[in-house]
């Protein structure tokens, strides 16, 4: 099993930026598929960002141009950096396996203040 902690989230004004990090206990991690997700109250969760064991991102339409992910395999380390941030990116953000996720972590709180 891999365990997956997240951090670095907390309370920014608009616009401002906050760089997540997601380690994993184990390297095996680095063959699969990452991806950041968010869970907003009342809301689904929904796959923000991810990126393959080969480095090719992909992102939701909206956080596209805002967000980037990147994977550091060596440290064993998945980061999402967020710049420009709005009000509606408040969630908790979770880092998890694509294809076939695990169970979810405790994530990390962000809060976008208006």
């Known amino acids: 099993q891999v365990q997956l902690v997240e951090s670095g989230g907390g309370l920014v004004q608009a616009g401002g930026s906050l760089r997540l990090s997601c380690s994993a206990s184990r390297s095996i991690f680095s063959i699969f598929t990452m991806g950041w997700y968010r869970q907003a109250p009342g809301k689904q969760r929904e796959l923000v960002a991810s990126?393959?064991?080969?480095?090719?991102?992909d992102y939701a339409d909206s956080v596209k141009g805002r967000f980037t992910i990147s994977r550091n395999n060596a440290n064993k380390t998945i980061s999402l950096q967020m710049n420009t941030l709005k009000p509606e990116d408040t969630a908790v953000y979770y880092c998890?396996?694509?294809?076939?996720?695990?169970?979810w972590g405790q994530g990390t709180q962000v809060t976008v203040s208006s």
């Open positions: 998890n396996f694509v294809r076939s996720p695990g169970s």
């Open positions: 990126i393959t064991s080969g480095y090719s991102t």
